[in-house]
């Protein structure tokens, strides 16, 4: 039972434009959200997160939205960068739990 | 600053031969440390965590074992390698339990089973 889903295993964007990463998960328990990002060969690397107290979080380039009803969240990313070109994966966990459960990742390629 | 070191960096290991791969941290007391396999063209899978010295919780049944003989220092270990047993093995540790939930990771272990 996969709990969080990146249904998306690849997306290919122009440099400039907008990333969209999303990730839909389906335990209603989950109150934390994070991003990570991920070289080949390296460990992954923490981006930004967000709580479900919340719907949008803002870092630089990157903001994360969040929609409760729809379990849904997304990962934004402008304008996008080939330094962005990685493999993110989407995260959640519950509040108590010492976990995270993580989705399968995206494969982002930002093309010059 | 807070580090995480993992070594070897890539290890070749023939089927049925041991295992072992150390995780230390640095610059923190008594995080959560936790053990991921990343298989090829697959997420990251929760192996074992441990909240303290001492204390595993196993998440998959497999022929890996850890252990956590101090504070800041998780072992991952087989006594025989399976084929299947190939994949980048990350080591991970949170800080303050039950608050902050990130999670950061180590550079990885490229563990080749042949």
């Known amino acids: 039972d996969q709990q969080v889903k990146q249904n998306s295993p690849s997306l290919s964007v122009q440099e400039g434009r907008i990333s969209i990463l999303n990730c839909d998960y389906t335990?209603?328990?989950?109150?934390?959200f994070l991003w990570y990002k991920k070289y080949p060969a390296e460990g992954p690397t923490f981006l930004i997160s967000?709580?479900?107290?919340?719907d949008k979080n803002e870092d630089g380039r990157f903001t994360v939205f969040l929609n409760k009803s729809a379990k849904h969240l997304s990962l934004h990313i402008v304008p996008s960068q080939p330094g962005d070109s990685a493999v993110y994966f989407c995260?959640?966990?519950?509040?108590?739990?010492?976990?995270?459960?993580f989705g399968k990742g995206t494969k982002l390629t930002v093309n010059p | 600053s807070q580090t995480i070191h993992q070594w070897p960096a890539t290890l070749v290991q023939p089927v049925g031969s041991p295992l072992s791969l150390e995780c230390t941290v640095e610059?923190?007391?008594?995080?959560?440390l936790y053990w991921y396999r990343q298989a090829a063209g697959r997420g990251l899978q929760l192996l074992f965590y441990?909240?303290?010295?001492?204390?595993i919780s196993s998440e998959v049944p497999q022929n890996l074992s850890a252990s956590r003989p101090q504070d800041r220092q998780f072992i991952l270990s087989s006594k025989k390698l399976l084929l299947s047993d190939s994949g980048f093995y990350l080591c991970?540790?949170?800080?303050?339990?039950?608050?902050?939930?990130?999670?950061?990771f180590g550079p990885g272990t490229r563990l080749t089973v042949l």
């Open positions: 991970a540790w949170k800080g303050v339990p039950g608050l902050a939930e990130e999670q950061f």
């Open positions: 335990n209603s328990m989950f109150d934390y």
């Open positions: 967000i709580s479900s107290i919340k």
């Open positions: 995260a959640a966990s519950k509040g108590g739990s010492e976990k995270l459960v």
């Open positions: 610059g923190t007391s008594n995080p959560n």
């Open positions: 441990s909240v303290g010295i001492g204390q």
